[in-house]
């Protein structure tokens, strides 16, 4: 029996379990693979919101992403929450020179609102994180903070993918989820040289939409590490998060997780 792609998730920690390390970890499983993991925060935090943030030093976030990187064949790589500037560069820093596809999701706000990317850090993720990254997976509101751009519709979506084209990003994919629709979400899929593809799946009406972005952002390496194509990747990812919605629940108070474990037989 071969053994399942090695994937790599460089993100901040859900005490919750519902987003963030937790939620990639459970994707990448779920998808067949094999996770490993760069802690770049902890959070203290429920289906209620984020009560608290502890960074390490960045100088060990390096450290565990170089032995990470010693110890195993990774087959591709996400990022999510960094949160400071220094850790950034140290991200950066040690996935100079890969040789495995990356998707980088800019988390910067919580489900609940809470701020989990620092001010001063947006320039350094636009800077070092953008350039070279196989995908980039921003929402609206991610999208219009790294352009500037107000986005309300596809064509400013597919305008806003451009701009993230020319920062330097392979790919990027503007999740629908924050557009106003009742019956759809609607991605839009940008690469260089092509018009944008918009990429729709009926809406999932829930209040337990916890880590979404994380989810899809960690199928989406998934695929990669197991060699699909960008776009088939993309579509997978997006069937296995519609899927996650469907069969969502709420494990405790608050806003409720999707289900990672949905496509698995008990």
């Given at each position: 029996?071969?053994?399942?792609?090695?994937?790599l998730?460089?993100?901040?920690?859900?005490?919750?379990?519902?987003?963030?390390?937790?939620a990639d970890?459970?994707?990448?499983?779920a998808?067949?693979?094999?996770?490993?993991?760069?802690?770049?925060?902890l959070?203290?935090?429920?289906g209620l919101?984020?009560?608290?943030?502890?960074?390490?030093?960045?100088?060990?976030?390096?450290l565990?992403?170089?032995?990470?990187?010693?110890?195993?064949?990774?087959?591709?790589?996400?990022?999510?929450?960094?949160?400071?500037?220094?850790i950034?560069?140290?991200?950066?820093?040690?996935?100079?020179?890969?040789?495995?596809?990356?998707?980088?999701?800019p988390?910067?706000?919580s489900?609940?609102?809470?701020?989990l990317?620092?001010?001063?850090?947006?320039?350094?993720l636009k800077?070092?994180?953008?350039?070279?990254c196989?995908?980039?997976t921003?929402?609206?509101?991610?999208?219009?903070?790294?352009?500037g751009l107000?986005?309300?519709?596809?064509?400013?979506?597919a305008?806003?993918?451009?701009k993230?084209?020319?920062?330097?990003?392979?790919?990027?994919?503007?999740?629908?989820g924050?557009?106003?629709?009742?019956?759809?979400?609607?991605d839009?899929?940008?690469?260089p040289?092509?018009?944008?593809?918009?990429?729709?799946?009926?809406?999932v009406?829930?209040n337990?939409?916890?880590?979404?972005?994380?989810t899809?952002?960690?199928?989406?390496a998934?695929?990669?590490?197991?060699?699909?194509?960008?776009?088939a990747?993309?579509a997978?990812?997006?069937e296995y998060?519609?899927?996650?919605l469907?069969?969502s629940?709420?494990?405790?108070?608050?806003?409720?997780?999707v289900?990672?474990?949905?496509?698995?037989r008990?």
């Amino acid at each position: 029996m071969l053994n399942p792609p090695n994937i790599l998730t460089i993100a901040g920690s859900d005490s919750g379990g519902g987003a963030g390390i937790q939620a990639d970890l459970k994707t990448i499983m779920a998808l067949g693979g094999y996770g490993m993991s760069v802690i770049t925060a902890l959070t203290a935090q429920n289906g209620l919101g984020v009560s608290g943030i502890h960074a390490p030093d960045a100088e060990f976030v390096a450290l565990q992403l170089r032995t990470v990187l010693e110890g195993f064949p990774v087959t591709a790589a996400k990022t999510g929450m960094l949160f400071s500037a220094p850790i950034i560069h140290a991200v950066a820093q040690g996935l100079r020179g890969r040789t495995f596809p990356l998707v980088v999701d800019p988390v910067s706000v919580s489900q609940s609102g809470s701020r989990l990317l620092q001010e001063e850090a947006i320039v350094a993720l636009k800077q070092e994180m953008l350039p070279g990254c196989d995908l980039l997976t921003p929402n609206r509101p991610e999208a219009e903070m790294l352009t500037g751009l107000r986005i309300n519709s596809g064509e400013d979506a597919a305008a806003a993918g451009e701009k993230l084209l020319s920062l330097g990003a392979k790919a990027v994919l503007i999740k629908g989820g924050h557009m106003e629709s009742t019956v759809m979400v609607t991605d839009c899929l940008c690469m260089p040289d092509q018009p944008a593809k918009f990429l729709p799946q009926a809406k999932v009406e829930t209040n337990n939409n916890h880590g979404t972005g994380c989810t899809l952002s960690a199928a989406i390496a998934t695929g990669l590490g197991k060699g699909l194509p960008l776009q088939a990747a993309v579509a997978r990812a997006q069937e296995y998060l519609n899927l996650a919605l469907r069969r969502s629940y709420a494990p405790g108070k608050g806003c409720g997780p999707v289900n990672h474990a949905a496509g698995l037989r008990s």
